[in-house]
Nanobody, 125 residues
Framework: QVQLVESGGGSAQAGGSLRLSCAVS????????MGWFRQAPGKEREGVAA????????FYADSVAGRFTITQDGAKNTVYLQMNGLKPEDTAVYYC??????????????????WGQGTQVTVSP
């Protein structure tokens, strides 16, 4: 079991930047895989980015590749999502998630067991 708390959400204008943080605590073996997901009203939950905590391999959705960067600190107690070049379509509630092992589907929500409460990101034109 792992506990996740997101922060850093807010409002930005198109072209601006935000950085989300996810504080991680609990069983570190339950958070070998970390991911960021988002869900906009009326839309399906979408995998945004993922990182494998041991090898630091990262994966991104095509919609955010080149604009967003996922990182994890050395102590593995914080995961970040740096969001640059924000677009109005990035508006959503963003969730941090943790999984117990690497998967071939790192942007698939069903691969994750623990979730944060979410943080709102709103991007205006």
């Amino acid at each position: 079991q792992v506990q996740l708390v997101e922060s850093g959400g807010g409002s930005a204008q198109a072209g601006g930047s935000l950085r989300l943080s996810c504080a991680v605590s609990g069983d570190t073996q339950s958070s070998r895989l970390m991911g960021w997901f988002r869900q906009a009203p009326g839309k399906e939950r979408e995998g945004v980015a993922a990182i494998y905590s041991r090898g630091r391999d990262t994966f991104y959705a095509d919609s955010v590749a080149g604009r967003f960067t996922i990182t994890q600190d050395g102590a593995k107690n914080t995961v970040y999502l740096q969001m640059n070049g924000l677009k109005p379509e990035d508006t959503a509630v963003y969730y941090c998630a943790a999984g117990p092992a690497w998967t071939g589907r790192p942007l698939y929500s069903h691969e994750y067991n623990d979730w944060g409460q979410g943080t709102q990101v709103t991007v205006s034109p």
